[in-house]
C-alpha cells in the first residue's frame, strides 16, 4: 500500500511542477507583451510599431497553445481531437482576415474608381455654398424692401381719434 501511495505522491508532484511550470510561462508572456505595449506607445515609427505588434500577436497564440495545452488537458489527447478543435480554428481566423481584408479593399476601390462618387461629393458642397450666399442676398434684398415699405407706410398714415 505504501508503494502506491508513493506514485501517487510522485506523480501528484509532477503534476503540481508542470503547472507552476504552465504558470510561470503564461505570466512571463503576459509581462513580456505589457511592456512591449506600453513601449509601443510612444513610438512613431510605424515599421517598428508593426512589428511589435507582431510579435505581441505572437506571444498571444503561444498563451492559447499553452491555455489549450495544458488547462484544456488537450496536451495528452489523440492527435485527431487535437485537429478536430485546431483546423476549424484556423478555418475561422482566416475567415475573418479574409472579410477584413475585403472589406478594406471595397472602401478603397470605392474611394479611388468610382469617380462619380467624388464628382458628387465636392459638387454637393459648393453647390451649397454657393445657393447659400446667393440666398442670404436675396433675403438681405428683401429685408431692406421690407423694411423701406414699413417706413413709408407708417409715415403716411392719417392719425385716428379715438372713439368713446
Known amino acids: 500500500m505504501s508503494h502506491s501511495h508513493s506514485d501517487q505522491e510522485a506523480h501528484n508532484a509532477e503534476a503540481m ?7 510561470i510561462i503564461l505570466s512571463v508572456f503576459t509581462i513580456v507583451e505589457l511592456i512591449l505595449g506600453f513601449w509601443m506607445i510612444g513610438m512613431t515609427s510605424a515599421v517598428l510599431k508593426l512589428t511589435i505588434k507582431g510579435t505581441i500577436v505572437i506571444l498571444m497564440m503561444a498563451k492559447a497553445f499553452y491555455i489549450v495545452a ?8 489523440v492527435k485527431n481531437l487535437i485537429m478536430t478543435i485546431v483546423v476549424p480554428l484556423l478555418l475561422f481566423v482566416w475567415f475573418i482576415g479574409a472579410f477584413l481584408w475585403d472589406g478594406s479593399s471595397f472602401r478603397n476601390l ?10 458628387q461629393a465636392t459638387i454637393k458642397v459648393e453647390k451649397k455654398v454657393e445657393e447659400r450666399k446667393a440666398t442670404d442676398a436675396k433675403h438681405e434684398a428683401a429685408a431692406t424692401k421690407h423694411e423701406t415699405v414699413e417706413t413709408t407706410h407708417e409715415a403716411t398714415k392719417p392719425e385716428v381719434e379715438p372713439y368713446y
Open 17 to 23: 511542477a508542470e503547472i507552476k511550470k504552465v504558470t
Open 70 to 77: 495544458y488547462f484544456m488537458h488537450l496536451k495528452h489527447e
Open 110 to 119: 470605392r474611394n479611388n474608381y468610382n469617380p462619380y462618387f467624388k464628382e
